[in-house]
């Protein structure tokens, strides 16, 4: 692993708070960057997630101010929203469940197929389903504490918990994507320092959508490196058992 491309990579990585405003990062790159970010670990193959690229120059002017001024959105030549759409879980779960029907095709479900159907068209419905008045929530609380008493159970019952499963799988497609675009020689500035109301109304994103993080791009300076990098000591944050 020492001395390995990936660490390099890693170590690479730095959030950079100004990009070189004469350097230019073409499409292709963005374009590579997403296509590997979508082949990112995610919760049940669910993919409740979107990427708005930004590109055009106006828009981009325009996220500046919702992005608090910072630089790295001022210098950026690229922005890619992260976004969240739990409220597709219906139609993902359907996308699943008929990936598998269409591998079975006219023959008899294995078991694992069989175990496919009803995860996505039985246990993903029980996991998302949201009502007016919470009584899915209420159901799942109640399956929790039950099932939890007497053998280990996966306890997701709230709409919190929904929340933080896409937000977990949203956040490992951005590091892919910060990761790439730091092999393929540029640079980023993942940032949560943005008015979420405003951008999701300049970008026109529906109302179950939610911003993760928006991640700027561009060729990184050394003035836009604030610091050198500091981590807690190892032992502190490493328990082995
Ligand atoms: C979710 C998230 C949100 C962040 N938001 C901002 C931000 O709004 N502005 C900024 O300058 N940096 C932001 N950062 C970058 C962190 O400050 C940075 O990753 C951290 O200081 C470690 O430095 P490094 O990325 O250079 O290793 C964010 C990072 C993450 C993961």
Not at 48 to 71: N, R
Not at 169 to 184: G, K, R, V
Request: proline share 4%.
């Amino acid at each position: 692993m020492h001395g390995t491309v990936f660490e390099e990579i890693v170590n690479q990585r730095r959030s950079n708070r100004a990009f070189d405003e004469s350097v230019e990062v073409p499409d292709e790159v963005i374009r590579k960057g997403l296509e590997l970010a979508i082949l990112s670990p995610n919760s049940s193959n669910m993919q409740l997630w979107e990427f708005h690229w930004i590109s055009d120059k106006e828009l981009l002017k325009a996220m500046h101010p919702l992005c608090l001024k910072q630089s790295a959105a001022r210098t950026a030549k690229h922005m890619v929203a992260f976004v969240t759409r739990q409220d597709l879980w219906k139609k993902h779960a359907r996308w699943n469940y008929n990936n598998v029907m269409q591998t079975i095709g006219d023959r008899e479900p294995s078991k694992r197929e069989k175990r496919g159907l009803d995860y996505y068209g039985k246990l993903m419905p029980v996991v998302y389903r949201q009502d007016w008045f919470g009584f899915s929530t209420l159901f799942r609380r109640i399956l929790c504490f039950v099932m939890g008493l007497k053998d280990p159970f996966a306890r997701i019952s709230g709409s919190r918990d929904q929340k933080v499963i896409v937000h977990k799988s949203c956040a490992l497609a951005a590091q892919t994507f910060m990761l790439s675009m730091t092999a393929m020689g540029y640079d980023t500035c993942p940032m949560e320092g943005f008015d979420p109301v405003r951008v999701k109304k300049l970008l026109k994103l529906p109302k179950g959508a939610e911003i993760n993080m928006i991640v700027a791009v561009g060729k990184g300076t050394e003035a836009g490196i604030h610091g050198e990098r500091k981590r807690l000591p190892f032992d502190e944050v490493v328990f082995r058992y």
